[in-house]
Nanobody, 116 residues
Framework: EVQLVESGGGMVQPGGSLRLSCAAS????????MTWVRQAPGKGPEWVAA????????DYRDSVKGRFTISRDNAKNTLYLQMNSLEPEDTALYYC?????????RGQGTQVTVSS
């Protein structure tokens, strides 16, 4: 059974930072590309960042380039998203899953709220 458990969300002020984690099990994590996706209230989901299985290639949507960094630890079956210089527009439910810029499975997500 595929399980994805996101954590690390919270409420921060604009300009703040958060580090999200995604613990994965039930599939070949080390052989899977992984993606972070977010969904803001009243909007559809959008991919945020993607990383290939060997962490040699990453991709980001334009609005987060230079502020977010995706990484992974294949020994721990864990995916990360370091988010710096957060903006109110980053407020959303963030979730992860296997796939490149899209998800075949997803977890319950972790809420990120950026507000002063």
């Amino acid at each position: 059974e595929v399980q994805l458990v996101e954590s690390g969300g919270g409420m921060v002020q604009p300009g703040g930072s958060l580090r999200l984690s995604c613990a994965a099990s039930g599939f070949a994590f080390s052989r899977s590309a992984m993606t972070w996706v977010r969904q803001a209230p009243g909007k559809g989901p959008e991919w945020v960042a993607a990383i290939n299985s060997g962490a040699t290639t990453t991709d980001y949507r334009d609005s987060v380039k230079g502020r977010f960094t995706i990484s992974r630890d294949n020994a721990k079956n864990t995916l990360y998203l370091q988010m710096n210089s957060l903006e109110p527009e980053d407020t959303a439910l963030y979730y992860c899953g296997p796939g490149w810029r899209s998800l075949t499975y997803r977890g319950q997500g972790t809420q990120v709220t950026v507000s002063s």
